[in-house]
T-cell receptor
Framework: SQQGEEDPQALSIQEGENATMNCSYK?????LQWYRQNSGRGLVHLIL?????REKHSGRLRVTLDTSKKSSSLLITASRAADTASYFC???????????FGTGTRLLVSP | GAVVSQHPSWVICKSGTSVKIECRSL??????MFWYRQFPKQSLMLMAT?????????EQGVEKDKFLINHASLTLSTLTVTSAHPEDSSFYIC??????????FGPGTRLLVL
């Protein structure tokens, strides 16, 4: 299976703390994407990092990509209760933009 | 921009009936639409890829006769779960793409088959 692995599976922190989630994948990629899913809802695209990029920022989000280790991390700084959600990494399958999703990290931010 | 809607947002049906779910891109033309299924506390699993005007491409293990996909226009794709059974109960999510990279996801449809 090409499905990526994410860790931790679940993460519980206090507001104001930083949250780091990791994603590993199996095949060569041209980009990696991170999505957020609130409970029972669709996915929201957060950020895309290309294979020739090592780090990317968007607001309180920081994504890194290490293609040699086939891994990526998502850092959310100064977390808020509203950040509570599941976070998934996704990589395009070869041939087209079919996305293969990781197993996800459930983040709980307590006030 | 890049808003995708799904209808209905939830549906309850009796075993043996068919259910149609619509996916619409509201403010852009989607050359490709994708259908995913997600079981509780699990990741999204791609069911099929749909290009406007052509037959959908199904993932391994997904029955094309059970999950009928029609992509009649650049803004609408439908998924019909035929002869639904309790094991088809799941969260169905569509996404639409207008370029080769980002996908925009609908809010999902929760299906419960009794």
């Amino acid at each position: 299976s090409q499905q990526g692995e994410e860790d931790p599976q679940a993460l519980s922190i206090q507001e104001g703390e930083n949250a780091t989630m990791n994603c590993s994948y199996k095949t060569s990629i041209n980009n990696l994407q991170w999505y957020r899913q609130n409970s029972g809802r669709g996915l929201v695209h957060l950020i895309l990092i290309r294979s020739n990029e090592r780090e990317k920022h968007s607001g309180r989000l920081r994504v890194t990509l290490d293609t040699s280790k086939k891994s990526s991390s998502l850092l959310i700084t100064a977390s808020r209760a509203a950040d509570t959600a599941s976070y998934f990494c996704a990589t395009p399958n070869t041939g087209f933009q079919k996305l293969v999703f990781g197993t996800g990290t459930r983040l709980l931010v307590s006030p | 921009g890049a808003v995708v809607s799904q209808h209905p947002s939830w549906v309850i049906c009796k075993s043996g009936t068919s259910v149609k779910i619509e996916c619409r891109s509201l403010d852009f033309q989607a050359t490709t639409m994708f259908w995913y299924r997600q079981f509780p506390k699990q990741s999204l699993m791609l069911m099929a890829t749909s290009n406007e005007g052509s037959k959908a491409t199904y993932e391994q293990g997904v029955e094309k006769d059970k999950f009928l996909i029609n992509h009649a226009s650049l803004t609408l794709s439908t998924l019909t779960v035929t002869s639904a059974h309790p094991e088809d109960s799941s969260f169905y999510i569509c996404s639409a793409s207008r370029d080769s990279q980002a996908q925009y996801f609908g809010p999902g449809t929760r299906l419960l088959v009794l």
